[in-house]
């Protein structure tokens, strides 16, 4: 069994940065791709980036490439979403997500951000 606990969402005004970060427990962090997914109200929850198992393979949809960078620590069993350039259509409740195809969700961590 694996938790996920994100935090690092808020408030931040259009062209701002925010730093995501899911704390995960449960032994086997370290053998499961993770990723990042979003839902905007009204809208179906959709994919934002994912990162192989050792980090060394990353994958972004085309809306947040060249903003976004994913990363994780294994040794801290923390996930990252560095957001730059940051656009109002981004806000959304972000989730951490374990496997692909996704196996355990976190509870979200909402971004707004204002125009």
């Known amino acids: 069994q694996v938790q996920l606990v994100e935090s690092g969402g808020g408030l931040v005004q259009a062209g701002g940065s925010l730093r995501l970060s899911c704390a995960a427990s449960g032994r086997t962090f370290s053998s499961y791709a993770m990723g990042w997914f979003r839902q905007a109200p009204g809208k179906e929850r959709e994919f934002v980036a994912a990162?192989?198992?050792?980090?060394?393979?990353?994958y972004y949809a085309d809306f947040v490439k060249g903003r976004f960078t994913i990363s994780r620590d294994n040794a801290k069993k923390t996930l990252y979403l560095q957001m730059n350039s940051l656009k109002p259509e981004d806000t959304a409740v972000y989730y951490c997500?374990?496997?692909?195809?996704?196996?355990?969700w976190g509870q979200g961590t909402q971004v707004t951000v204002s125009s």
């Open positions: 997500v374990v496997g692909d195809p996704p196996r355990y």
């Open positions: 990162i192989s198992w050792s980090g060394g393979s990353t």
